[in-house]
């Protein structure tokens, strides 16, 4: 295990938290309750926790939300956002669009993605984000199995929507078009949006469904996480302690908000603490990202390590030539943070990068390290206050200090999943003797620190991304020249891992550099740019079992000059 045992003592000063150990031993979920206008009542919204509520205490003028993507540059008070979501959700009951009906968002990332999540969730829909990215499989998949009413997108992402295949799909709402298609169950946005903006919400239990986050598991379609409104309570408190957001500083979070970053790191835990939110369009850009850091002073800046080894290899110069003076510190999640990029970005903004780490299925951060304590370099760091993390075994038994194991939870805690839509059986698979069993390895050290070692399954993590082999493998036979696939993630110096697919051919197709830049593309155009393998090697046959399951498991080892295991089951 590559223990690093180099240490960052330096805290935050006046940090939220202030001592980890007095927060967690006087911890307690119902003092944060009490926080909220809906405590000792049953019924609540997350949107009138975010929003509303900062208008009736006084804060409607100030600013939410900043925007810009080279053509448009926006800002939103918190009433702003307020009228034009009670305008969206008007527009959605007049579509007859009910509490607990499924609202995907289908958009780049623009202030209109927030408006219609802000307005579903608004009225008990639950709000279902897609990354723009996605092509049409990949939206299909996710409509389909959620039973999606309504989706929310542009006249450019529509092909990607095929409505003949969804039945259940009753209205397309088209952002910045002029006109729609009745026949083809469109409506546009200004069509929706042409509603009283007096303020209204539905309030609904606390275990309602929220929004709903698509994410990859080893097999299988992707899987619907259900998370409720009462993950309010856990994503604020990762604000409040591991993110340290305060009224005053100015937050960009850059993920998108089709991943769970994107949502519950960038805009609920932020606006749940009042802070005020910056939302950048367009791809990644050193000099643009550092620009937007200059342009509206952020103070606290959430990206992930993929991000900031291209930030590393783009080289000082870029960086030195921007005021990036205003940041108070950095957070990272999605994938291991190197101590070396902690380094960095001691060397290049002279604060640190805190790690923080969980899962679309955990609502928000679990592990951090925050910034009341000291950071060991390459350790995720301690347990939010409150939840109950711990390494087991194979049969769910606690191990010792310095083991390798499951990182496990203690359910429930408030952001935890609701369910695993439509899919009880995939649900239950992550619980064990009384724990919530991530699928990462991971061993905690004799001070606490959790240390990441890897995924268990066959997960791959691609520049923070979780891409489900499975989803590709299944893609890739139905291009022509493709018999059968293997799809691995191997270790990659920027993007963490890359996709690699090991294929073999039908009859008739010979091996070319033209034939795997075509079925790459196929993958990009089908399935989704970030699934695309970035390396394919033809075989003339892949390991299999008895039954014909591929071994992932086996190419990886070979990959990695590995040894391969119990192999009794492979074919031959
Ligand atoms: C928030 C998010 C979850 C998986 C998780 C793990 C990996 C996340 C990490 C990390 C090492 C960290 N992961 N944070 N690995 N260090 N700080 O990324 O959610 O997209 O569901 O991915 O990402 O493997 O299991 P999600």
Redesign the pocket.
């Known amino acids: 295990m590559k223990k690093s045992t180099e240490v960052i003592t330096r805290t935050i000063e006046d940090a939220n938290m202030q001592q980890y150990d007095e927060a967690v031993s006087n911890f307690q979920w119902e003092t944060v309750e009490k926080g909220f206008s809906w405590y000792g009542q049953e019924k609540c919204n997350i949107v009138y926790e975010a929003i509303d509520r900062k208008c009736e205490e006084g804060h409607a003028g100030e600013i939410a939300l900043y925007f810009c993507d080279g053509t448009r540059d926006e800002q939103y008070t918190y009433e702003k956002l307020q009228k034009l979501s009670c305008r969206f959700a008007r527009g959605l009951q007049n579509l007859n669009v009910e509490k607990g009906d499924r609202v995907f968002i289908f958009l780049p990332r623009t202030p209109e993605y927030y408006v219609a999540l802000l307005g579903a969730i608004r009225i008990g829909a639950i709000g279902g984000p897609l990354f723009e990215a996605f092509m049409e499989k990949a939206v299909k998949d996710r409509l389909e199995d959620s039973d999606a009413k309504v989706v929310v997108t542009t006249k450019e992402l529509l092909s990607r929507i095929p409505l003949h295949e969804l039945p259940e799909l009753k209205h397309v709402i088209l952002v910045g078009a002029d006109e729609a298609d009745p026949g083809k169950r469109q409506v546009t946005y200004q069509e929706i949006m042409r509603q009283d903006d007096s303020p209204f919400v539905e309030l609904v239990s606390k275990d309602d469904g929220m929004m709903i986050h698509y994410?990859s598991g080893s097999t299988g379609k992707p899987k619907g996480v259900l998370l409720s409104h009462y993950a309010m309570v856990h994503m604020y408190l990762s604000g409040k302690y591991a993110y340290d957001l305060r009224p005053d500083d100015i937050y960009w979070c850059v993920a998108d908000p089709g991943?769970?970053?994107g949502t519950s790191a960038g805009m609920w835990a932020p606006w749940l603490n009042s802070t005020p939110v910056v939302m950048r369009g367009g791809r990644f850009n050193p000099e643009e990202w550092y620009a937007t850091i200059q342009k509206y002073k952020v103070t606290v800046w959430f990206s992930a390590p993929t991000a900031f080894r291209m930030l590393m290899a783009s080289g000082a110069e870029i960086s030195k030539s921007y005021d990036l003076s205003s940041l108070r510190h950095i957070l990272?999640?999605?994938?291991?943070?190197n101590p070396e990029i902690i380094k960095w970005g001691v060397d290049t903004f002279d604060i640190p990068i805190y790690?923080?780490?969980?899962?679309?299925?955990t609502g928000s951060t679990i592990v951090a390290n925050f910034p009341a304590l000291p950071i060991k370099l390459g350790s995720?760091g301690k347990p939010l206050p409150g939840i109950h993390v711990d390494i087991v075994d194979h049969i769910g038994q606690p191990m010792e200090p310095n083991e390798l194991g499951n990182l496990a939870i203690k359910p429930k805690w408030p952001g935890m999943m609701r369910m695993i839509w439509n899919n009880p059986k995939k649900y239950n698979d992550y619980f064990l003797n009384g724990w919530y069993i991530?699928?990462?390895s991971a061993y905690k050290d004799e001070d606490g620190y959790f240390w990441?070692e890897g995924?268990i399954d066959d997960v791959i993590?691609t520049m923070?991304?979780?891409v489900g082999p499975f989803e590709v493998e299944s893609k890739l036979v139905e291009h022509p020249a493709v018999a059968e696939a293997g799809v691995i993630g191997v270790p990659d110096p920027i993007r963490g891992e890359v996709v690699k697919a090991y294929i073999t051919l039908r009859q008739g197709f010979k091996e070319s550099d033209e034939l795997k830049e075509d079925i790459m593309n196929f993958i990009r155009e089908k399935l989704a740019a970030h699934a695309r393998p970035r390396i394919i090697e033809v075989r003339d046959k892949l390991p299999k079992t008895r039954s014909g399951k591929i071994m992932r498991r086996v190419l990886k080892a070979r990959e990695l000059n590995m040894p391969t295991g119990d192999v009794s089951t492979i074919d031959d």
């Open positions: 994410t991943w769970i970053t990272s999640a999605g994938e291991p943070l790690d923080n780490w969980w899962m679309t299925e995720m991530s699928g990462d990441f995924r993590n923070g991304e979780r």
